[in-house]
């Protein structure tokens, strides 16, 4: 395929809002503060920050809860399971999804964490530092219990479910050996989007989706080259019994190893990059949604990576909109293979 067909986009797109998804892993609030530097601190070497915007916070859903955001952006029924603490945070986090027309059921409250937020400090477009909060150790096996027994209780309704593991704790081995099984006997696709600790117990999955640093630990071989990455990809969709794995490869774009054994390297369709945050949480949400609304594993990938190189135009946290892809593809602002 030498590109997006323009046909085959419109009628996956209005098929988006038929979409049943629900996101699993870490939620995160992502908090930026905005202002001036203009002297450096006598105190020590580090620039003085002038906040400008230190009266009205802002606060955007981040970690699983933008993977959820980005969801809902593009339409669809979409639940969100994690765990918030007993804190402003997570009441602010509760109200914005029940805000955005969502059910919070599956935010389960556990009093003895906090609400992890990440604080970016910014100063003429640059991230000078981040502040973060967080608790990393497993949650408790009554927050797990909880997670596990919402997840299961909603199997029935949904076409696929995405791990977006942060590492925060509230992925953990036992919820994937509960869970993963029972996606499976229920015939719901599982797309994981992974970090270290919890790779290796993500067998079944049906696509894992890392970057090169997380595909490139778990091989324990640095991937350099797409022979490497080929490589790594191979022994990842063996290992895992996977159907299909894409790794993203950062400024090369992506790979695509589907179920057949075959590759597909997509260019990456950004022109200008400035600020990656969120990016990797627009490739997976788009991902998944071009493919439940009927889309091949390889178009799904295209539309994937045109998302991600719109989002990284924007600072902070960005959602991708049907919109905006509408108007991309239209204008064929894609590369071809």
């Known amino acids: ?82 765990v918030i603490g007993d804190d402003e945070e997570g009441r602010f986090a509760r109200e914005r999804i029940r805000a955005m027309g969502a059910d919070a059921e599956g935010l389960v409250l556990d009093r003895d964490r906090p609400t992890i937020v990440k604080t970016r400090i910014i100063a003429h477009h640059q991230q000078v530092i981040r502040l973060d909060r967080e608790e990393k150790r497993p949650v408790s096996e009554e927050s797990r219990q909880a997670l596990s027994d919402y997840i299961s209780g909603q199997l029935d309704d949904l076409d696929a479910i995405i791990f977006s593991d942060y590492e925060k704790g509230v992925i953990t081995k036992e919820l994937l050996e509960t869970v993963l099984p029972l996606a499976a006997k229920k015939g719901v696709a599982v797309a994981v989007d992974p970090k270290f600790t919890n790779f290796r117990y993500f067998r079944g999955a049906t696509i894992v989706v890392p970057n090169r640093k997380e595909a490139s630990g778990f091989v324990r071989q640095e991937i350099t080259d797409d022979d490497s990455a080929l490589s790594a990809a191979r022994y990842i969709q063996h290992s895992l019994e996977s159907e299909c794995v894409l790794v993203k490869l950062g400024a090369r774009g992506m790979m695509l190893l589907d179920q057949d054994g075959g590759t597909t390297f997509i260019e990456t369709a950004a022109e200008q990059v400035y600020d990656v945050t969120g990016a990797g949480d627009t490739v997976i949400s788009t991902l998944v949604s071009a493919k439940t609304a009927g889309a091949t594993w390889e178009e799904a990938a295209r539309i994937a990576n045109l998302a991600a190189g719109i989002v990284i135009h924007y600072v902070g946290t960005t959602v991708i909109k049907i919109d905006q892809l509408k108007k991309a593809i239209f204008e064929k602002r894609f590369p071809a293979p």
Do not use: H, W
């Not at 988006?16 to 503060?33: A, H, K, T, W």
């Not at 002297?39 to 699983?64: M, Q, T």
């Open 1 to 82: 395929m030498n590109r997006i067909d323009k046909q085959r986009f419109e009628s996956f797109a209005r098929r988006f809002s038929e979409n049943r998804i629900m996101v699993v892993g870490d939620v995160i609030l992502d908090e930026y503060l905005e202002g001036t530097v203009d002297r450096i601190s006598p105190e020590a070497p580090i620039p003085v920050v002038n906040l400008i915007n230190n009266r009205d916070r802002d606060i955007r859903l981040g970690g699983a809860a933008n993977v959820f955001n980005n969801l809902v952006s593009l339409g669809g029924k979409i639940l969100l399971c994690g």
